[in-house]
Nanobody
Framework: VQLQASGGGLVQPGGSLRLSCATSGSIFSILDMGWYRQAPGKQRELVATITSGGGRNYLDSVKGRFTISRDNAKNTVYLQMNSLKPDDTAVYYC???????????????WGQGTLVTVSS
């Protein structure tokens, strides 16, 4: 099982980006999916999560600006980021609790990270 994040890039303050995280491999089911970020010199922090039923949680500083969603048919999670600020600059990582095909338990998988830079 692998997660592949994409969609990062350079954007001006106030701009928007949409991150995607696609899964691959043999997957039986997926529970929670989410996005973390790590800015230079800072600890990794949880940005947003979404349950298999669609329940969402957000970091306070991104509420009202970011929206997490998922396509269960494609086993993909998205992060729509609007009104971006320089403080949002970070490497964004996707994560998911996945039960692989042929396995009886869920494991926590991580994507490789995608860099988001917000700068004028």
């Amino acid at each position: 099982v692998q997660l592949q994040a994409s969609g990062g890039g350079l954007v001006q303050p106030g701009g928007s980006l949409r991150l995607s995280c696609a899964t691959s491999g043999s997957i039986f089911s997926i529970l929670d999916m989410g996005w973390y970020r790590q800015a230079p010199g800072k600890q990794r922090e949880l940005v947003a999560t979404i349950t298999s039923g669609g329940g969402r949680n957000y970091l306070d500083s991104v509420k009202g600006r970011f929206t997490i969603s998922r396509d269960n048919a494609k086993n993909t999670v998205y992060l729509q980021m609007n009104s971006l600020k320089p403080d949002d600059t970070a490497v964004y990582y996707c994560t998911a609790y996945i039960r692989p095909g042929g396995s009886s338990k869920y494991n926590n998988y991580w994507g490789q990270g995608t860099l988001v830079t917000v700068s004028s």
